[in-house]
């Protein structure tokens, strides 16, 4: 297990800064309203890291990777920031690298 004692381990995630699912989906504008993000999640449209999320209130970290499916693409997304407030187009694009494949 990791800890903070300075050994080049990784914090344990309990320490690391995170953000509920359906909140940063709709900051970063991924979908109009928070709603529709739970709504993603619960109806099983969103992976975190590979695995099926169908909570919205799952905990997003720093570095993840959220694959999203939705009605007419795939969004593969790694998680650069965490949102404060929704913002403009511009500062949500901030928030993500997008990795998904061009089309």
């Not at 999640?41 to 099926?52: I, K, M, P, S």
């Not at 970290?61 to 499916?69: I, K, P």
């Amino acid at each position: 297990m990791g800890d903070s004692r300075g050994n080049g381990e990784e914090e344990p995630a309990a320490c690391q800064a995170f953000q509920r699912l359906d909140k940063w989906i709709w900051f970063a504008r991924v979908v109009k309203t928070r709603s529709l993000a739970a709504k993603l999640a619960l109806e099983g449209h969103v992976r975190v890291n590979g695995e099926r999320s169908l909570e919205p209130s799952k905990r997003v970290y720093l570095g993840d990777v959220l694959t999203l499916s939705l009605e007419r693409r795939v969004r593969v997304l790694r998680v650069r920031g965490l949102g404060e407030r929704r913002g403009p187009f511009s500062q949500a694009q901030t928030l993500f690298e997008d990795l998904s494949e061009p089309g």
